[in-house]
Every structure is written in structure tokens, then in C-alpha cells.
């Protein structure tokens, strides 16, 4: 049995990924930062899919946190076979509404774990020759749209160059690019939703379905709806300057309040 680690476990996306891969038979570590809800997530996927559900518990916004879960991806004894990154968090605000020591902690997470574990993770794999990394980003990462698209967007260029450079030696990386998914997301960031329109609102479970599809088809890259690969299409050729003033006003008009 092949074992996956997720980041963010306990909610959203994360959670998602760890029902379908505990369905599927692979062995599940969990990591997030609340022990009680590690621990009934972990008891509920083993006494119902019959797999080992081991608990991390980890603050990826710390050094401490990261490091622990480095030694877990790197562990050549008990390999991880397959890596989620998709812990995260939204800020709310524009840029220099937030404070500082916000923004940096975003960039400790969404960037500084996703380099360390995906580099810690993706070594033990060409080692073995087999083995997959997910990356979780945005289709914010194709707009401008602060810190948050700022970061997301480097989680793409970072995995799509990893990922050329690891070419034919068994290890995939692949960049998943959600919208808007009914999580706790945004109600973490104290953002309100209800000015989002239905038709933009993806399923956890279904997006998760369409990324491990395109995983297995060695994408790079997965943009896991038609109505967002469509946006993202009419994105890359609109100009900058143009796109910049839409998605200013799209994000006060449609954005979380």
C-alpha cells in the first residue's frame, strides 16, 4: 500500500483529498494544526476505508512546524508516496491594509513550506524512482491580485520548473489551480461569500477527482473546471494593463467582503 501526506487535512480541499486517497487504499498522513480534529478525521478514514491514518500535528507558519514535516516526507523507511501541499489562508484587505507580519506569514506558508517539503519529498522520490507531489495554488496565480495571487503564482512557476527538471526520473509535480471551492476558507479569513455568483462555486470532492485525473496524465498544470480553464484562457490574452483594472473591479464587485 502507497502512503500520501496531505497538508491542511482537516478541511476543504485538503480533506477531500484525504477521502478520495483513503478510499482509493493508500495510507493517509494527516497534518494540520488542531490535534482533535486530526484525530477523528484519522479514526473515521481507518474505521471506514480500513487504512493506517497517521496524525502530524504542525504550524506550517513556523519553522518547528515545517521541519516536522520535512522529516516525515524525507523519512526513507516509511515513505511518503505522494505529497498535498494545500495548506493555506486568505487575508482580507487590500495591500497595506494588511499588516505585515500577515502578509509574511502567508509567504512562510504558501511558499517557504512548499519549497522545503516539496524539495524534501520530491529527493526521497527520484531516490525510489516513483512518487508525486500536488502543489495546491489558485487561478489567482493569473491575475494581479495581491499577496495572495502574488504567492500563488510563484507556487506555479516553482512547480512547473521542478517539474521539467525531475523529467524521466519517475517523480510527478503538478500545480492544481482551483476557483472558488465551498470551504472554510473564507469564513477563516472572516470574508463573506454571498456576493459570489453561483455558477463559480466548485465542489471539493469533484475538483479533487479532475486533479488526480490529470496527475496520472503527467499534467504539470491542472485548471480542474471548464469554466475556469475557459476565464483563464480569455486571462492570458487580455492585456496586463487591462486585466489589472478588471480584476480590481470584478474582485470589489464579486471578491469576499
Known amino acids: 500500500m502507497t502512503t500520501a501526506l496531505i497538508t491542511g487535512a482537516t478541511s476543504g480541499i485538503g480533506a ?30 481507518h474505521d471506514r476505508h480500513g487504512v493506517e491514518a497517521e496524525v502530524l500535528r504542525a504550524d506550517l507558519s513556523t ?25 493555506g489562508f486568505g487575508n482580507k484587505g487590500n495591500y497595506l491594509d494588511v499588516p505585515m507580519a500577515e502578509e509574511l506569514t502567508m509567504l512562510k506558508v504558501h511558499c517557504e513550506a512548499v519549497l522545503r517539503l516539496t524539495s524534501a519529498a520530491a529527493a526521497s522520490m527520484r531516490e525510489r524512482g516513483r512518487g508525486g507531489v500536488v502543489n495546491v495554488a489558485s487561478v489567482a496565480a493569473f491575475v494581479p491580485r495581491g499577496t495572495y495571487g502574488a504567492s500563488k503564482a510563484w507556487i506555479v512557476q516553482f512547480t512547473q520548473g521542478a517539474a521539467r527538471d525531475l523529467a524521466g526520473n519517475g ?3 503538478m500545480a492544481l489551480c482551483p476557483g472558488f471551492v465551498r470551504t472554510e476558507f473564507h469564513g477563516r479569513a472572516g470574508m463573506g461569500t ?7 462555486w466548485l465542489d471539493a470532492d469533484k475538483l479533487v477527482d ?10 504539470s498544470l491542472s485548471i ?21 483594472r478588471v480584476t480590481s473591479s470584478t474582485g470589489r464587485k464579486y471578491g469576499p467582503q
Open 16 to 45: 477531500a483529498f484525504a477521502r478520495r486517497l483513503a478510499s482509493d487504499g493508500h495510507n493517509v498522513v494527516l497534518v494540520a494544526r488542531d490535534p482533535e480534529r486530526l484525530r477523528d478525521q484519522a479514526t473515521e478514514l
Open 194 to 200: 454571498g456576493n459570489i455568483p453561483s455558477w463559480m
Open 63 to 87: 519553522d518547528k512546524g515545517i521541519a516536522a514535516v520535512e522529516e516525515r516526507v524525507a523519512d526513507r523507511t516509511h515513505p511518503v508516496d505522494l505529497l498535498v501541499n494545500n495548506a
Open 224 to 244: 480542474p473546471d471548464p469554466r475556469y480553464k475557459t476565464l483563464m484562457g480569455i486571462a492570458k490574452l487580455t492585456p496586463r494593463g487591462a486585466l489589472s
Open 171 to 173: 517523480v510527478r509535480l
Open 210 to 219: 479532475a486533479a488526480l485525473r490529470d496527475l496520472a496524465r503527467g499534467k
